[in-house]
């Protein structure tokens, strides 16, 4: 093809459509230049340029802004209208290619003449060329059919040209679509390219036309099938209202939405579906439609699939325990190493968390801080003093009345399948004729069978597998075995001294502050005064009696305060001006004695609220061997004095006593606190070195406690509850004590600013015992060399040299 030569023309950018040869298109002219160009090729009896803008936002545009291949046209009309546009008729001639730089158009009165070269179709002789305008006659006459906008007459005038380039041409103008995709048509001077594209685009554009339809066919069927339901529901409702069972028509049709929304499990939306058409047949006064809308509210409200976003950060978890609890390092110890293993296994199925500690030391609120920790949800069931098993598992709906149990209905607050679950005081429940909560408790904390749970009211499974459950208890005693093997426990001893001291000057006391309604530093207790009241207002393991005599100091200022009229006075309390605010002390600090005293032994004890002091007295009176036990003991300890009354008999010789000392006197042993029950074996060396120190007259060393279960044969057994014991003997300003030897394994538990504070000696039996709590003058032995005890003598001997007959 040889090169034609270029022309130059007067230029005018069309916005959002693409002119072809042979097509007639009205414009509307508004720019000053696209006027002049037009105007000019009116004048000139020239063709104008008209080329597509790349982007129909530009309202001047440059070369850039301008696809290079056009269409020469023919201005046929120009119509001035009032406004100052022109409306002008042109018709396309031909394509042709811009092929230098826009002349002219310096100033805006000026428009844009540029240099072209015509682009004739190529391609035109091809053998394949008649084929291709058979298949686009075809095409454009089904595309037709398909498109009702498109009016039969211009189908005819279209398909009967000779032309194929001009029928391509013409056909593109008519068919709906996007500029870039027309102007890729306009550029292909190939002829059988360019009936392949269209070809193609009249496919894709008839197949599109039939998924419209379609889809115009299922909605408006379904529009029909709704206008239907909609006058069937009318009409229902109309003969409610007629019966009087209107009411509700509304809130069954809500409910049935709520259903149908909710995730549910297969078998459980198959039950509240089947229960759900109970309902709509039922008459609204009916007492069982109550029964059965109440069954369906219940599933409804319970979290199925729901889930908090949980993770596990350790460092987290650290400082949240940090935060919220001082001391109690070994707890959080294993809380973290627990956290640990279930983030390493990304899943909380294993053994179930076990708080055990006396009150006040802050079980339920480790509890809240795992959740915090965790990012869950925290709920919180109490169990104390519940007896009945249906608390747990629920009532049968054949009882008025019924509802799930406290399982069900703690999940159903907790709006979630994984939150941290407490279930607090798990020691307290009681068991009577209606079941036992304990056992109903072993599916729960079950980890291989609360997958399934079964609530009696839901009568469907329900997953409780993802639920990480913590159990808090004051003693281990009140909890069954088998509950208790499903569990890990963990024991949270009572606060020192200084860990109670820390507590309530960086937590205690800046709450009571705020709930009293103090600004800070307008109440400052320094150490010595918290002290004061930790030793001489409190006696307790935990916190809160603490807690609440800080309470009680901040209300006594605050009515002083306002008595005064000085309502802006900040008050520095000493431990001088404690008894003032407080009163009388309520126990005395220090030794429990004065002095060493005769008959007066310091065991230690054992309670639910931690560690206690327990003096125990012994005295003589002449009389005929009797023993007499007081201060409300139970069974355990008076055999405890049984036993070590026989071992003092068994040592008597080697005391320094007549064999038969005990038949001229009678001993009385008493624990005081008379009121306070008491129990256990491990008072029986503390009883035994009350008696030897009453019966030989010897001082026992009042810095000194003991304890240790005591054998006929003077064993010292091992005892529980050293940590509570050694925690009391510090409270006690105790400097000395004995312990099992047996127990030395669990020193490790005691925290180490106890066991620096105190000289523990480890002991193994009673007489090792005695040598160090009894005061002896210098240069007495207690034990006397004796080869045989005489009873032991006379005895063996006797029966060995019986004459036989």
Request: charged share 30%; with cysteine.
């Amino acid at each position: 093809m040889s090169e034609l030569p270029a022309e130059t023309y007067p230029l005018m950018p069309l916005r959002d459509i693409v002119l072809f040869p042979g097509m007639v298109a009205p414009l509307v002219v508004g720019r000053k230049r696209s006027i002049l160009a037009l105007e000019a090729a009116m004048e000139q009896r020239s063709l104008v340029f008209l080329v597509t803008q790349k982007d129909a936002r530009v309202d001047d545009p440059e070369q850039k802004h301008l696809y290079s291949l056009g269409t020469l046209a023919s201005v046929m009309q120009l119509l001035r209208l009032p406004d100052g546009t022109i409306k002008a008729l042109v018709e396309g001639k031909r394509r042709a290619i811009i092929v230098g730089a826009f002349e002219g158009g310096e100033h805006e009165d000026e428009f844009y003449s540029v240099r072209l070269v015509e682009a004739p179709d190529v391609d035109i002789e091809r053998e394949d060329v008649p084929a291709y305008v058979r298949e686009l006659r075809k095409a454009f006459d089904q595309y037709t059919l398909t498109n009702k906008k498109l009016p039969r007459e211009v189908l005819k005038s279209i398909t009967s040209l000779d032309d194929p380039s001009r029928m391509v041409d013409l056909i593109s103008s008519h068919i709906q679509l996007k500029t870039d995709e027309k102007q890729s048509i306009l550029e292909l001077v190939s002829l059988p390219q360019r009936i392949a594209k269209v070809l193609e685009i009249l496919y894709r554009e008839m197949e599109l036309s039939e998924m419209e339809k379609d889809i115009h066919a299922k909605v408006k069927k379904k529009m029909n099938s709704t206008q239907r339901n909609y006058y069937l529901s009318e009409k229902m409702r109309a003969i409610q209202d007629e019966m009087g069972q209107g009411e509700g028509g509304d809130d069954l049709t809500e409910l049935q939405e709520v259903i149908e929304k909710k995730r549910l499990p297969k078998t459980v939306k198959e039950k509240v579906q089947k229960e759900f058409k109970k309902l709509r047949q039922m008459p609204s006064m009916s007492a069982e439609t109550t029964v059965v809308r109440n069954y369906i509210d219940a599933i409804l409200s319970l979290p199925w699939k729901k889930k908090s976003r949980s993770t596990i950060d350790i460092e987290r978890a650290e400082c949240v325990l940090n935060e919220d609890h001082y001391g109690l390092e070994k707890p959080k110890e294993r809380i973290l190493e627990y956290l640990a293993v279930q983030a390493q296994v990304k899943k909380i199925r294993g053994p179930i968390l076990c708080l055990v500690g006396p009150p006040g030391v802050g079980k339920t609120s480790v509890c809240r801080s795992i959740a915090r920790a965790m990012g869950r949800e925290f709920v919180r069931l109490s169990l104390g003093g519940v007896r009945d098993e249906a608390e747990i598992r629920g009532h049968r709906r054949t009882y008025i009345g019924a509802m799930p149990g406290k399982i069900i209905l703690s999940m159903q607050k907790a709006g979630v399948i994984n939150p941290v679950f407490c279930l607090d005081e798990v020691d307290k429940m009681s068991v009577d004729f209606r079941g036992d909560p304990s056992a109903a408790l072993l599916e729960v904390l079950d980890p291989e069978q609360n997958f399934a749970f079964n609530d009696h009211y839901l009568d469907v499974d329900y997953d409780l597998s993802e639920v990480f459950f913590i159990t808090t208890a004051n003693n281990l005693h009140g909890i069954p075995v088998p509950l208790q093997d499903r569990m890990e426990i963990i024991q949270l001893n009572g606060y020192t001294e200084e860990e109670k001291l820390n507590i309530a000057s960086g937590f205690l006391l800046p709450k009571q502050l705020e709930a009293n309604g103090f600004k800070d530093e307008e109440i400052a207790l320094n150490d010595k005064a918290i002290l004061e009241i930790i030793r001489r207002y409190t006696r307790e393991a935990g916190v809160r009696g603490l807690e609440r005599t800080i309470a009680s100091i901040c209300r006594k200022v605050a009515r002083e305060r306002l008595k005064n009229k000085e309502p802006r006075k900040k008050y520095r309390i000493s431990a001088q001006v404690i008894e003032r605010y407080l009163g009388v002390p309520k126990y005395r600090f220090g030794l429990a004695e004065a002095h060493n005293e005769i008959g007066l032994a310091t065991g230690m004890a054992w309670t639910e609220v931690g560690g206690e002091l327990l003096q125990i007295e012994a005295t003589i009176m002449p009389g005929s061997g009797k023993l007499t036990i007081t201060g409300k003991l139970g069974d355990v300890m008076q055999e405890s004095a049984q036993a070590a009354l026989s071992y003092v008999r068994s040592r008597a010789m080697r005391l320094g006593l007549s064999p038969d000392f005990y038949q001229k006197i009678d001993i009385h042993v008493h624990v005081p606190e008379g009121a306070i029950p008491k129990d256990g074996p491990s008072a029986g060396i503390t009883i035994a070195t009350a008696i030897v120190s009453a019966i030989l007259k010897l001082p026992v060393d009042r810095t000194m406690a003991m304890t240790g279960e005591i054998t006929l044969r003077g064993r010292v057994l091992p005892i529980g509850g050293l940590t509570e014991k050694l925690l009391a003997a510090k409270r006690g300003n105790i400097t000395h004590v004995l312990i099992p030897k047996e127990n030395e394994r669990n020193l490790k538990d005691v925290p180490h600013k106890i066991r620096g504070s105190l000289t523990v000696d480890l002991v193994d039996d009673v007489d090792e015992v005695l040598q160090r709590a009894l005061i002896l003058k210098e240069g007495e032995n207690l034990f006397k060399d004796v080869p045989l005890d005489s009873i032991f003598s006379d005895f063996t001997i006797s029966a060995h040299n019986t004459p036989t007959h």
